[in-house]
């Protein structure tokens, strides 16, 4: 597909060495962390600034060559799978912090910056940047923009989309635009800043990013709230919100989760506990202190079995360890683990869960829950194995199940993971056939060719 | 235009009490707040529920009838003229709270509700909806939506996008499509939310809302900060910002503003003070006072003339009436009043401010300035006569100098009115021409009969 003229051409814009065509580069680009989707790219490409993205987009298009735009490929969606061959786009040669704004409160950064740089760059000015997804340590900004990747801050300070306020992208075209900016308001026509924010690189490419920071909260203050079952640990997080407090930290492992991680990291959890809230919150110190308080009495008071508060940072350490361990826990079980992110309004958690519960039954499945109570994105994790195809189809109808039955509370099929390959069947049971088809007329509106991410969100039917 | 035919189909969806074509309701809808932009509708309309507005949709896309939805028409930028004709779309009767949710934080509003309505509401229930634009006794939350109205809290609070969660939308071609919910987290395809927000009604009909409210500060304390000149003033604003403390209110008045306001209002103002701030904080008691404390010593020690902390809600409600005056007492000096809100990075304002004025001067113009300073969203206000011909172009040379000179500081042409009619021609100085192509193509994608609010955002020729 890649013509040695093609090829000769890229070279001439990236140089040979960021030209990565081995077996071994199209195997190592081939699948994400998404289990069961794998397909080869034709060939790496590892553009080293905007003009180099921006004439390979060119020659793409005229060509009708797939690119697929990467970051550390940790995402669980399969949004990152060269489904259709083509150029994988890598950002290593693009990954500079370019500038911290400490006037302005922004950073300006490129699309290959790891996620925990951006964190700890914004903390040594006395700043934060809160979207911190689970793959925080690795993944990269970029690709948290093309997902609009959420985290366990969600319900106190937003996800991703919330702090991008400007956007460098090389349209399919290979025009490069600049939304948006270091600014607190902006109304200059449409929202093309928060378009490409979660369009998972089916628009464009995102070649920079201007990051709203905010100041670093004060203090910080953990606890960890044991409950007999799950309708009660859900009636505290509703007594929480009722009493107008936010915490930072909402975090929820129901009594399989609860096993699982006790018997991988051994921190001391009551195996009989039928579900965990792990809470935090941040601030001002007297505001911590008071909400933290506020927070254990709320719980005792809804019939919490023990409320553990940590004293030391250390202590704080090994409480949200519980939550931290919960995927590799889980991952161990099994051959293959499937972490789906069904998302409710936070009001019917213990519902979903429930039902959750009783599809895994009757599809004869081992699914734990966990995740973000205070946003309602819960991860049911089915402990599997890809190989037994019997049960892989069972796995596939109790998801379907779990989808409509979130969306029948009003919830979506997805809270931050995205579509990507994966959930596209289920895409129009949130949408509906006329939000689909909006979406399918503005992607190609911007993409007539469709050239960028091809195979991803939409069906091959719906790609027309 | 409207053909006898086509008003019967309108008389028998919405009956003929809610089909206004007197020559008096032609004449009271063919204009909003901005001045100098005028044109007759052929028939205005006030749907009952959102089914009406579909069948009314695809009457008006069937027969190429262009529809202006139009909240209060309070706007600025001429987004609710309807200038190529056709239909206006009122919402008098779909103006219901439909629900409060205190589980989830919510509010489901219709588009006709009185934004001032809401912000009560939420209050008597604990909660906060933060967006207050400075016409919120009078706009209609479908309008703020529809230009992601912004108003004195966006620095700390954002502005109406930031607020809206869920949308329901008609699309141009008739179909009804719900976005989003009452979720903290959806990632399931594009983010028609943020793109239905801020379009001005060009991409399709806004026929509900799902509002995210948040819990109420506890207190509040205001303060007014007296400077001998501008730069001090962005001085202290930088200084403010650098100590980390993010008020809820950090609005600004230059010297031209001031000395109209003390005129008109007589509240004590030193008519030789360069700048004045008014700032407020909000939050936990102890926090805004301990901020409050910070600041006012922040503002001294940049060199501020004087620091007026209120001591009782009365005192805070007259050292705001010197900001919530400007409008008033500049509106009341000349025939026209054309408030502008071209908007540069925070760190920018006090130069912003300079060039403003040296264009004042340049053209022989009476221009005041004062806004969000907090968010570098200024409203260079001209003082004018729209019948003096000669000085209205000079006005509007002066003001296409001020866009080009915020955007070049890094600014944009609008932080929170919208383009319009009026600033269309000045989009592209923004986006590029490629970001404007790119709006274009997904207008067009979705409304290929032009028929939403024909006349706005692009000009003639890019609208094809």
């Known amino acids: 597909m890649i013509s040695s003229k093609i090829r000769k ?165 290979g025009e490069i635009i600049e939304t948006g900016g270091k600014l607190a308001k902006d109304v200059a026509g449409y929202d093309l800043t928060r378009l490409f924010v979660g369009a998972e690189g089916t628009l464009g490419v995102i070649t920079g990013a201007v990051l709203k920071l905010i100041p670093k909260p004060e203090a910080t203050k953990t606890m960890l709230v044991l409950f007999e079952d799950l309708e009660t640990s859900a009636k505290a997080v509703s007594a929480i919100i009722e009493n107008r407090i936010i915490p930072a930290t909402l975090e929820f492992l129901d009594q399989a989760t609860v096993r699982v991680v006790e018997d991988f990291a051994q921190i001391g959890l009551p195996t009989d506990a039928g579900a965990v809230l792990l809470i935090e919150q941040d601030g001002p110190k007297e505001i911590v202190d008071r909400d933290t308080e506020r927070m254990a009495k709320i719980c005792m008071e809804t019939g919490a079995m023990d409320v553990q508060v940590a004293q030391t940072p250390e202590e704080a350490y090994e409480l949200t360890s519980a939550r931290r361990t919960a995927l590799s826990a889980l991952s161990r079980m099994k051959p293959t683990t499937i972490l789906e992110d069904a998302t409710v309004p936070r009001s019917k958690i213990a519902e979903m869960v429930g039902i959750i519960n009783e599809i895994a039954k009757k599809y004869e499945l081992t699914v734990c829950t966990f995740g973000h109570a205070g946003d309602g994105n819960l991860h049911p994790t089915c402990l599997t194995d890809a190989r037994d195809t019997e049960e892989m189809e069972r796995v596939d109808a109790a998801f379907k199940e779990i989808f409509e039955e979130a969306v029948r509370l009003g919830g979506t099929i997805t809270g931050e993971h995205g579509v990507g390959e994966m959930k596209l069947p289920y895409l129009s049971l949130k949408a509906g056939e006329a939000g689909v088809e909006a979406m399918r007329n503005i992607k190609f509106a911007l993409d007539p060719n469709a050239i960028m991410n091809p195979g991803k969100m939409f069906t091959a039917k719906q790609q027309r």
Chains 1, 2 share one sequence.
Do not use: W
């Open 9 to 173: 051409q890229f070279v001439a814009i990236v140089g040979e060495e960021n030209v990565l065509d081995s077996e071994s580069s199209l195997l190592n680009y081939s699948y994400d962390a998404t289990p069961g989707f794998q397909a080869r790219p034709h060939c790496v490409l590892a553009p080293r600034n905007v003009f180099e993205v921006s004439e390979i987009v060119k020659i793409c298009n005229a060509n009708r060559i797939p690119i697929v735009p990467r970051g550390s490929g940790t995402n669980l969606s399969a949004s990152t799978t060269p489904s259709k061959g083509g150029v994988v786009l890598l950002f290593k040669n693009m990954n500079e912090i370019i500038e911290i704004d400490e006037a302005n409160l922004t950073m300006t950064v490129q699309p290959g910056v790891i996620t925990q740089r951006i964190i700890e760059a914004a903390e040594a000015k006395g700043l934060f940047y809160p979207p911190d997804p689970g793959s925080v340590n690795i993944s990269q900004i970029g690709g948290n923009i093309s997902t609009n990747a959420g985290g366990l801050h969600g319900l106190k300070y937003g996800v991703t989309r919330d702090y991008v306020i400007g956007l460098q992208v090389v349209l399919p075209n």
